[in-house]
């Protein structure tokens, strides 16, 4: 079944497998948050920061039943390239992370480097939940993480969800906002707030790899700018238990949960940084 996936890739992506040797290319994998797809990369503009960044688009994939589908036909291998990915962005944390491994093997099996993950709100922890369940595999290698106002110790939202499932708010809940309740219930039970016995306290007691960590966390404080979804104390990958000190943390003040084009510029910046440490 991989083995399909990866035929199919190698059909609608035509990415040469001829690397120069000694040339560090950088690939770049970003994963969407609820009720998101790829695209909303390129519709909030974050895309445009990071082709004016000099990173090439390598393309939207999707997992169909004819395998691994991406529209773009790259006719060379650049050296940072960036790929947006669709999940079924509604379904509980491990379910996503199955699918999102498909898409992982199959462009480290093309880019044979380590790759570097972003994801934004609930996307944030469905990659670190990968990063963490495949541990100590040979492939595909993971060297970065950046969590983008990702609810790394939960979100208030996700228990109020829980408590409004099953009562008559729970139209009136839907109708403001919070997404059909009924087909996330399993991925907002996932991002409740830490506490011993739910998800989030078994996640952030896992051990994590020794990789490289950064949370890029809302910081504003007007209601023009806060975020609204997640607090900022819960977006720091430095008030996990196991990852404590260890996560980088670049405060964003003007912008508020959703993407936009800075976040763009702060992950071409955040990985530029890291090429030249290599």
Known sequence: MVLKYFIRLASVLVVSTVFLEGVQAETLVLIAGFQAQGMDWRFRNVSDALTSSGWV????????PRGIV???????????????????????????AGVLHHYLKAIYHYRKEPLALAGH???????????????GRKTPKVDTLITIAAPN????VADLSGALVGTPLMDMAE??????LRQARGLY???????????MYWLNHQPHPAIRYVSIVRTGNTPETADLVVPPANQDMNH????HGH??????PNIGHLLTAEDGYILANVLSKQATQR
């Open 57 to 64: 688009d390598g393309g939207n994939l999707s997992l169909t």
């Open 70 to 96: 991406n529209p773009i036909r790259l006719p060379y291998a650049p050296k940072k390239v960036f790929f947006t990915v669709d999940l079924p962005s509604s379904a509980p944390v491990a379910q996503q």
């Open 121 to 135: 709100s609930a996307g944030g922890v469905v990659a670190r939940y990968w990063v963490v369940a495949n541990a």
């Open 153 to 156: 110790l939960g979100t208030p």
């Open 175 to 180: 109708q403001m906002g919070l997404g059909s």
């Open 189 to 199: 039970a996932d991002l409740r707030q830490e506490k011993p016995g739910n998800f």
């Open 240 to 243: 996990i238990f196991v990852l």
């Open 247 to 252: 996560a980088e943390i670049i405060p964003t």
